[in-house]
Antibody
């Protein structure tokens, strides 16, 4: 059974940093592109970042470029999102999600972790 | 403002059929990219409901179906059940954007 379990959310002040992690199991982690998708309170879904299976291809939504860094450790079957210079508008639930193909669906999702940026 | 447009809400009585539309443009749905649909039950993570326009993952009831035409797509739910009350999101790929994975704003389905 495919499982994605996020950890590391919480409350942080504007300008602060937080690191999210996502532990994968039940599939060959090193074969898949992994993603972070977020959802602001009461709002829709927004893709945040993607990293290819071998970490060569990395992309970010414009609003987080230069502030967030995605990475992965295939040996540990883990995905990470380092979030720096956090802003109030970064508040929301962050989900890790597996994607098979470039234009493919986000097939499996973690349960999500709440990140709250507030003074 | 979402790249893909969905109605904010739809409703239907148990047993009825409802449809949810997802309107895009020539750089996403109209360019031939697949549309995927997700169901988000209250307080839970999104779950893939329909992939590749009209394919149901294992375990998804055949009451759910998808279609695509031109720059739009639709999700149909037949035999509406109380447990279908949820938010539904469409998603596609937009070749004109640096961050090409785009979602609709979501549609809240209320079962009357």
């Amino acid at each position: 059974e495919v499982q994605l379990v996020e950890a590391g959310g919480g409350l942080v002040k504007p300008g602060g940093s937080l690191r999210l992690s996502c532990a994968a199991s039940g599939f060959t982690f090193s074969s898949y592109t992994m993603n972070w998708v977020r959802q602001a309170p009461g709002k829709g879904l927004e893709w945040v970042s993607s990293i290819s299976s071998n970490s060569i291809y990395i992309s970010y939504v414009d609003s987080v470029k230069g502030r967030f860094t995605i990475s992965r450790d295939n040996a540990k079957k883990s995905l990470y999102l380092q979030m720096n210079s956090l802003r109030a508008e970064d508040t929301g639930v962050y989900y890790c999600a597996r994607r098979w193909a470039e234009a493919g669906a986000f097939e499996y999702w973690g349960q999500g972790k709440l990140v709250t940026v507030s003074s | 403002q979402s790249v893909l447009t969905q109605p904010p809400s739809v409703s239907g009585a148990p047993g009825q059929r409802v449809t949810i539309s997802c309107t895009g443009s020539s750089s996403n749905i109209g360019a031939g990219y697949d549309v995927h649909w997700y169901q988000q039950l209250p307080g839970t993570a999104p779950k893939l409901l329909i992939s590749g326009n009209n394919n149901r993952p294992s375990g998804v009831p055949d009451r759910f179906s998808g279609s695509k035409s031109g720059t739009s797509a639709s999700l149909a739910i037949t035999g509406l059940q109380a447990e279908d009350e949820a938010d539904y999101f469409c998603q596609s790929y937009d070749s004109s954007l640096s961050g090409p994975w785009v979602f609709g704003g979501g549609t809240k389905l209320t079962v009357l």
